[in-house]
């Protein structure tokens, strides 16, 4: 199927974000592009940054938008689903962003069988680098499958993974920028310790981290493998790499990372 207007229903950060990469792809031109919020400024400001619609109710923006995106706090979906879901919505495309509600609840909300595609995107979307996992249920074609990773491919990487794995998805790249910043933080803080000055730190900690991460995705080499080329035999780096694995690094990683899926699970 041909989508030719997109709507967004909330205009935070990460529908500005989506929008962002859809207008840089060309995907979507921004008269195509539909958006309203509880705040109306916020879909204003959209409208004066980007050149989008500002529309004055979410009923509106579901009316003429072929793809709706569900932007909004998962606090306050039932409630703004509540308020649209006697519109038609026979051949729309819904995509939800929100943390946490499956795809059997968000049908549940509509109170009648409408596609749904369900992502988690992360804040690294507001650079353009997010990771996204999506899922979609049976009634989703493979061209409306496609169509939706393409929307999410404007701005970052998406990977399709059963429904299922959506809470480990939270631990491994939903949640863990929180992890990368400390442990750039903390890359900082010993080179301070040094007498290196604080925003120069930063700047060493935080390019080694995006270069490091480039050559995992860009050389398809194993993590272990690019380890150990950095690992001159007696020298200062598996010396840094032993102090690590004695504190216990790995491990550390390994049970935040099982926490916050286990969190995940029971919210």
């Known amino acids: 199927m041909s989508y030719n207007t997109i709507g ?5 950060n990460m529908a500005s974000a989506i929008i962002s990469g859809l207008i840089k ?3 979507f031109e921004p008269q195509k592009i539909y958006v ?20 004055e109710n979410n009923n509106e923006v579901v009316k003429i938008s072929d793809v709706l995106v569900l ?35 968000i049908t549940g909300f509509f109170e009648k069988d409408v596609k749904i595609v369900r992502t ?9 680098e ?8 049976e009634n989703v074609d493979d061209n409306d499958l496609k169509f939706a990773v393409k929307v999410f491919d404007s701005f970052g990487k998406t990977e399709i993974v059963p429904e299922k794995l959506m809470d480990v998805v939270t631990g491994v790249s939903g949640s863990s920028p929180a992890y990368v910043y ?6 900082a803080d010993g080179a301070v310790a040094e007498g290196m000055p604080r925003k120069q730190a930063y700047n060493f900690a935080a390019q080694a981290v995006l270069g490091s991460a480039k050559m995992v995705l860009e050389t398809g080499e194993h993590p272990g493998a690019l380890k150990d080329a950095v690992c001159s035999p007696g020298g200062t780096t598996i010396e840094a790499v032993a102090a690590l694995e004695n504190l216990g690094f790995r491990s550390a990683v390994i049970e935040a990372e099982r926490a916050c899926i286990d969190k995940s699970r029971r919210l």
Do not use: H, R, W
Not at 38 to 53: D, F, H, T
Not at 182 to 187: D, K, Y
């Open 71 to 105: 932007a909004v706090k998962p606090v306050v979906f039932k409630d703004v689903i509540n308020g649209i879901k006697d519109e038609d919505f026979d051949g729309k495309l819904v995509i939800s962003i929100a943390a946490g509600l499956s795809m059997e609840q």
């Open 130 to 137: 997010a990771m996204t996992a999506m899922c979609s249920k």
């Open 8 to 12: 967004f229903i909330g205009a935070g």
């Open 25 to 27: 792809s060309k995907m």
């Open 182 to 187: 400390m442990f750039i933080e903390a890359l």
């Open 36 to 55: 309203s919020s509880k705040s109306k400024e916020s879909a204003k400001k959209l409208q004066k940054e980007q050149g989008v619609n500002a529309c």
């Open 120 to 128: 988690m995107p992360n804040t690294p979307a507001l650079v353009g």
